[in-house]
């Protein structure tokens, strides 16, 4: 779940060095934190948290293959 979450961050930034994802777990619940620039905070969230949305339905479907529930929040610097 991380590797993929930076993988699609790094790919919407102009600053893809600066994106930085955490993972905790609990159980079979992953939660991942994602940290990018300010300035590239708009690309990921996109508008009305398109981009966002589009994002965390992605990482539920890969979640569910695995048996495990996923959540993404993204984090202001």
Do not use: F, W
């Not at 102009?14 to 939660?31: A, F, K, Y």
């Amino acid at each position: 779940m991380k590797a993929l979450t930076e993988y699609i961050a790094q790919s919407l930034v102009e600053n893809p060095d600066n994106v930085e994802v955490t993972q905790s777990r609990q159980g079979n619940r992953v939660r991942l934190q994602l940290r990018v620039s300010k300035d590239d905070m708009g690309r990921v969230i996109g508008k009305s948290g398109r981009v966002a949305n589009a994002i965390r339905i992605l990482l539920r479907v890969a979640a569910e293959r695995d048996g495990q529930q996923v959540t993404l929040d993204v984090v202001e610097p």
